[in-house]
C-alpha cells in the first residue's frame, strides 16, 4: 500500500512498524503531528501522551524503555535544551528496550526562537545519529534506529528538519513487527547513576563508540552513489535532495548514519574525486570532523550557514565554487509589498487583557505562544521572549535590579506556565519578589495548533483527567494576591492589574476566556461600525484586530474610517470597549437600523 | 529539476491552501506520478501567508521548488499572487482569484495594499489567468470554495483525467461538502478566460 505521508507522520507509522509501545512528546513545530498521529490511528498498539515538558517526556520515556518496551519521544530543536539533563546520562545507562529521541529542528527559524543544530547534541552526549531525507526514509530508517539503539545498547538521536517534518512524499507501507517488553530487570551498576557507577558507564560509552565507529563503515544507511569523478559530495538529510537535484550526476557519500562518521569510507571516497564538497543546512558539522581528519574538502565557503538551503542556494553555492556558471534566474521580479506578519485571531481572549496591560506602562516580560505576537505592531506591549518560563525569573531579577518602581509583569500562557512555570513563581515566592504573574489562561496549548495538557482535563488519548486548578496551585506555591479576571473587560482588566501591581510581594493574575478557535470555535454576534458617527480616530486598528479594515470613506480631515468584516468579527466587544465615540456596535442593535454601517 | 512540473500555490492562513495542495498531490499520486509537497505550518495560520510547493515527476527529489522554475503559480488572493510573480518561469502560467485580503498592518499606515494588483500582474503577464473567484463561490452559496474553483481551473491545463481529480475531492472534502465541491471544480475547470489581444 502506498501513501502520501508528512515526515511526522512517517515517524508514527515507523514507530508502529517498529513495534514501539510507548510515545512521549511536548508539543513544538514542527514535530507536534508526530503524536497527535499516533493517538488519532494507533493508540491500541501505542501508550501515548502529551508531557507537560520535554524533560518529563523524555524520563517517561526512558522508565518505557528499562522496562524492556520500545519508546519513542519527540521534540523540537529546543525542547532538547529542557530534556537535555535525562538525555546527556541517559546515553550513559544505555537502553533496554529500543529508544529514540526524535529532534525536529527548524532551519530559518519559521517558528522557532533559535537555529541551534541538535546534529551537535549527537557528538556531544556521544549516541549515534540517524537523518532521514525523505518521508520514505524517515518511516523506514526508524525501524533500523529501533534495532541499533538495541544492538549497542544506546539511545538514538532521530534527526528531523522542518522540511522533512512538513513536506509529503509517498510512502510503500510495512507491516507491524511485535516487541512484547520483557519487564523491568534490576541492574544496579547499569541504571543507577551514582560517580562509582558512571566511571565505569563512562567507558562503556567510549569503547561502544569504537564499535558504532566500525558500524558505520559498514551500514547501508551510508551509500555511496558512484557518478563523475569531477564531482564528489558528501551530505546527509534533506541536504541531500537539494543537492542531487542541482547535481545530478556528481558522485555521492549519502550519510544515513552521520555520527560517528564512516572515516575509511569518506577517506576513499574523498581520494576517488577531483574535488569534494560538504553540503550542510547550517552548522559545518561534518565539515569540521572531515577536515579533522586531514582530508581536503569545500563547504561552507560556498554554501551558507545561516537559514536553510534549497535547490537554488545549493546551485548559488557551486555558482560560487566554479562548477556552474549560472546560478538561479528570474524571468518576472516582484516590488517590494507590505508584509503579512502573523496576528493574534479576532476574538483572541489575548488582545482584551494586552490592551489593558498596555495602560500600565510597564516592562512586561514575555514567554513562548501566541501572546508573544503581541510584541508586534500595533500592540507593541511585551518586552523579552527567551525560552519556556523565562517570563517569571526575568522579571524577578528585573525587579530585584529595583529599577522599574511601578512593577514588572511576566506574561505567560497556561501550557508554558504549567511546562516551566511553576518553579518561577516558587522563585519568585521564596525570594519575595514584588513582581506580577499574568497567567493567559485559554485552556489549551494553542500556538501548536491545540494540544491538551494538564491543565484541560482530557489526554492525548482522548480521556478524561484530572484538571489543575490554577488558583489553588499558586496558593500552595505561597502566593497571596491572587486575582482572576475576564479577558474581554477592559475594565475589569486594568483595575485588576492595577492592584495587583500596587500590592507588595509576588501577585498573580489569572485570565479566565478560552481561545478562540481551539476546542470550539467561538462566534458571537457581529458588531459593526455606525459610519456617519466614525471620527477616523483608529483607536480601534491599534488593537490589532485582522476583522477590523479601513474603509474607504474618509472623515473631512482625511482619516480613513473603520469597518468590520461580520465574517470574521466573534463579537468579543474590545473593539467596542475602546471606542471612544461608542459607534461600534452589535449588528441586531437598534442604533443599525435605518443607520449607515 | 527540469522534468518536474511545479505547482507553487499561495494565499493567506485559513484559505484553504493547504487542502489544496493535498488534493492536488494526492491526484497526481493515484495518477501514478512521484510527488512531494511542502508548506510550513505554524506561526503561518495567524494570518500570516502561506505557500505550499509541489511537485510532481517520474522521480521527486527536493520537495521545494526553485525560484523562478514554477509552472503553474496559483494564488487564492490576489496581492499573494503578485508577491510570489518571482517564482513562475518563462511561459509558466498564473491562476489567480481576485480575492482581495487587507491586513491590518496596512489599517495602521505603515503600509500600503497595492490599488490595482490585478492590473501589475497583467501588466507583466497579459495571459494571467484572474478570475473572480469570490462570487462564483458565494454564488454556489459558499466563499470557502474559492481553494476548489481553482483547483478546477489548473486541472484543465494538466495532463491528468477529470475523474481522477474529481475520487479524490470527494475522498478529501467532509461529506456534507462534496457535491458543492464537485460543483465548484466544474465550474473553474469550465470557465473560459478572455483571450489576450494580441499586441495589447
Known sequence: ?????????????????????????????????????????????????????????????????MAGARSLVCMKHVGLNVAADPFMTYAYTGVKGGFVVVSADDPSMHSSQNEQDNRFYAKFAIIPMVEPSDSQETKDMLIQAYEISEKFDTPVLYRLVTRISHSKGVVNMGDREEHTPEGFERDIPKYVMVPGHARLRRKVVLDRLEKLKEFAEETPLNRWEKG???????????????????????????????????EKKIREFAESVDRLFIIEELEPFLEEQIKAMGIQCEGKEHFTNYGELSPGEVMNGFVHAGILSEGVEKTYQTEKLFPRPPVLCPGCPHRGIFSALKKMKVPVTGDIGCYTLAALKPMEVMDSCICMGASIGNAVGMAKAGTEKKGVVAAIGDSTFLHSGITGVLDAVYNKANVVVLILDNRITAMTGGQHHPGTGV?????????????????????KDIHTVDAYDLDASKKVLKSALEYDGPSVVITSRPCALMPNKIKETAYTVLLDECNGCKLCFRIGCPAIYASEEKT????????????????????????PKDCIVRVDSPAVEGART | MKDAVNILIVGVGGQGVLLASEVLSETAMKHGQDVKKSEVHGMSQRGGVVSSHVRIAETV?????????????????????????DWLKSGGILIS??????????????????KDPAGKIREVLPGAKILDADKIASDLGNIRLVNTILLGVLSKSMDIPEETW???????????????????????????????????
Open chain 1, 556 to 579: 473631512e480631515k482625511g482619516h480613513n474610517k473603520a469597518i468590520i468584516d461580520p465574517e470574521t468579527c466573534t463579537g468579543c466587544t474590545i473593539c467596542a470597549q475602546v471606542c
Open chain 1, 459 to 479: 489526554t492525548l488519548m482522548g480521556e478524561e483527567t484530572f484538571q489543575v486548578d490554577f488558583v489553588e496551585l499558586c496558593k500552595t506555591l505561597g502566593v
Open chain 2, 166 to 200: 474529481l475520487e479524490v475531492i470527494k475522498k478529501r472534502v467532509p461529506k456534507k461538502f462534496i457535491d458543492a465541491n464537485l460543483e465548484a471544480f466544474k465550474k473553474g475547470r469550465e470557465y473560459s478566460f478572455e483571450p489576450v489581444a494580441v499586441g495589447e
Open chain 2, 61 to 85: 527529489y527536493s520537495p521545494l521548488i526553485q525560484e523562478g522554475t514554477v509552472d503553474y503559480l496559483m494564488a487564492f488572493e490576489i496581492s499573494e499572487g503578485l508577491r510570489a510573480l
Open chain 1, 228 to 262: 563523475s569523478k569531477e564531482i564528489g559530495i558528501i551530505t546527509s538529510g534533506i541536504s541531500y535532495v537539494y543537492a542531487k537535484e542541482v547535481m545530478p550526476d556528481a558522485s555521492y557519500l549519502k550519510l544515513g548514519f552521520s555520527y560517528p562518521l564512516p
Open chain 2, 97 to 114: 482569484s481576485m480575492t482581495r485580503m487587507v491586513p491590518p498592518i496596512t489599517t495602521i499606515g505603515d503600509f500600503e495594499y497595492p
Open chain 1, 1 to 65: 500500500m502506498k501513501m502520501l505521508l508528512s515526515g511526522n507522520e512517517a515517524v508514527a507509522r515507523g514507530a508502529w512498524e517498529a513495534g514501539v509501545e510507548i510515545a512521549t512528546a511536548y508539543p513544538g513545530t514542527p514535530s507536534t503531528e508526530i503524536l497527535e498521529t499516533i493517538a488519532m490511528l494507533v493508540k491500541e498498539d501505542i501508550y501515548a501522551e502529551w508531557s507537560p515538558n520535554e524533560k518529563v517526556a523524555f524520563e517517561v520515556a526512558i522508565g518505557g524503555s
